[in-house]
């Protein structure tokens, strides 16, 4: 259910998952065993050749142990006796590519293929090496090269796709995909890939074939999960539904059970997708997005109270994730239960994230709301601060604007409430509150041609928010895309308004 850019917040990327980033040891068994398979060259007839050979092989088995320290302590003193012999270098660029030297890596690797330059091994793993160093023009040279060295190798066309796909270059990807699964049809990673690569290139009824051709030999969960993106993409929700629901039941992982209940939450089944976020929850206690999407499946359904007790814990959960603020503030305006619990929230909010102008604003709101229903509430002083903070950090926050006019007024500043106002249909057009409250105070002041012409703009958008009778559901479609995307911290600018 993410989106084609997206993550599902801290249940992991799987799309990020999908398309593996090419990583340097992609080759390592194939190098491994070829350099095994060999004896390393004396340079001089002094060198022991068999001691050389062994040292060599005891660092090929330290490296495919995962012991790269040990692997790159025995090499060193190979390189200075075997400075020109490819398999050494190569296999010197590994174990430190293997430890994140990637500079280091690079050098070696250049040079085993400047030793050895009909080898597709080679210039595959510098292909990757160099995409680990962000040089994708020089990287995708050498897997072209591979790929003509060994046009009928499996890995070659692979590792090549591979390439193209996490550069985004999903037509690119395909054909090389393709002509690797030719060669070799058994490769689940292979085919899969092809078909994450059609899904996302837009061509759904060749990624559901493959899709559909793949669950014969392997019936898994994964695959019914992005066969439901398949759908989703397609518009047909139901089957969509029914995909994420086998995913889920096959296997009730975090990402699966939450995949499905979103896909509920977007046909506007509320009940059942508070079921399985609450499956979800009890499977996953600590889960921010489970706790989210319980939420918004009880504000869906209209269970206001308990949808704030759900964003409440969400809150909770990770104080960092702006969005259960951003969904706590949403709920509360029609819901204004747990006033102190609410309030305290959102001043750990402003105290998280005090460059967040969303995080200024609800506090703000927060404090006056709970002031309506009791004797002794936040004063003017108290709430115009943090407003002016909001719109300090966020000239264009509109809402701040309206709330400044809104006290204003109420301090009879007329002049003052109607700049506000300006201020805030000028930021947002379709702001109808802001109209409204505009033309009253314009008529008090007997500017009636004026406020006249606000009080029409209103009058249209009022009845245009009457008659839109998917007002609701379109604001719970915008709370699951902002699900969905990646979580954002209040650390880097707070929720999104």
């Known amino acids: 259910m993410a989106g084609l850019h997206g993550s599902r917040g801290s249940t992991g990327s799987r799309i990020g998952r999908q398309l593996r980033a090419m990583v340097l040891l992609c080759l390592a068994a194939i190098v491994g065993a070829a350099a095994r398979s060999q004896q390393v060259p004396a340079q001089s007839a002094s060198p022991d050749t068999s001691e050389l050979d062994r040292q060599f092989q005891s660092a090929a088995a330290h490296f495919d142990a995962g012991d790269y320290a040990a692997a790159e302590q025995e090499l060193k003193p190979l390189l200075k006796q075997a400075p020109d012999n490819s398999q050494v270098n190569e296999l010197a660029g590994l174990v430190y590519a293997a430890q994140g030297k990637d500079r280091e890596a690079s050098g070696y690797l250049e040079k085993a293929v400047r030793l050895d330059p009909r080898s597709g091994a080679a210039h595959t793993n510098l292909a990757a090496g160099l995409a680990r160093l962000g040089d994708n023009a020089r990287a995708e040279a050498e897997f072209r090269m591979a790929l003509e060295l060994e046009p009928g190798s499996f890995e070659a066309n692979h590792d090549l796709a591979e390439f193209y796909a996490r550069l985004g270059k999903f037509q690119d990807a395909i054909p090389y995909f393709e002509k690797a699964r030719t060669i070799d049809s058994s490769s689940f990673e292979n085919r899969y890939d092809l078909a994450l690569a059609e899904l996302r290139s837009g061509k759904l009824d060749d990624a559901r074939r493959e899709l559909q051709a793949l669950m014969q030999q392997h019936d898994t969960a994964e695959l019914h999960s992005l066969l439901a993106d398949v759908d989703e993409r397609a518009g047909d929700y139901l089957a969509a539904a029914r995909e994420y629901e086998m995913a889920a039941h096959m296997d009730p992982s975090e990402d699966n059970l939450f995949s499905w209940g979103c896909e509920l939450l977007l046909h506007a089944t509320y009940e059942p997708a508070a079921q399985v976020f609450a499956a979800g929850l009890a499977r996953y206690p600590r889960s921010v997005p489970m706790a989210l999407g319980m939420g918004i499946a009880l504000y869906g359904h209209g269970t206001y109270d308990k949808a704030v007790e759900a964003f409440l814990k969400a809150t909770d959960l990770d104080p960092n994730d702006a969005r259960a603020y951003q ?24 105290q998280i ?23 002794e509430g936040a004063s003017p002083d108290q709430v115009q601060p943090l407003l002016e903070r909001a719109i300090a950090l966020d000239p264009k926050f509109a809402d701040a604007y309206l709330q400044l006019g809104i006290l204003a007024a109420q301090q009879r500043q007329t002049q003052e409430a109607v700049e506000r106002y300006r201020q805030a249909v000028k930021y947002d057009p379709n702001l109808a509150e802001a109209h409204y409250r505009l033309a009253q105070t314009l008529g ?53 308004k």
């Open 444 to 496: 008090r002041l007997g500017e009636t041609q004026e406020a006249e012409a606000e009080l029409k703009i209103y009058q249209r958008l009022h009845e245009k928010q009457m008659l839109d009778t998917e007002q609701k559901r379109n604001e719970i479609r915008q709370f699951v895309l902002t699900l969905q995307a990646p979580a954002n911290s209040t650390a880097s600018g707070g929720a999104p």
């Open 327 to 350: 969904y706590l503030a949403k709920v509360y305006d029609v819901a204004p239960s747990q006033a102190d619990a609410v309030t305290q929230r959102m001043r750990r909010f402003v």
């Open 353 to 375: 994230a005090p460059g967040s102008a969303q995080a200024n604003y609800d506090y703000a709101m927060s404090l006056w709301k709970a002031s309506r229903d009791a004797s």
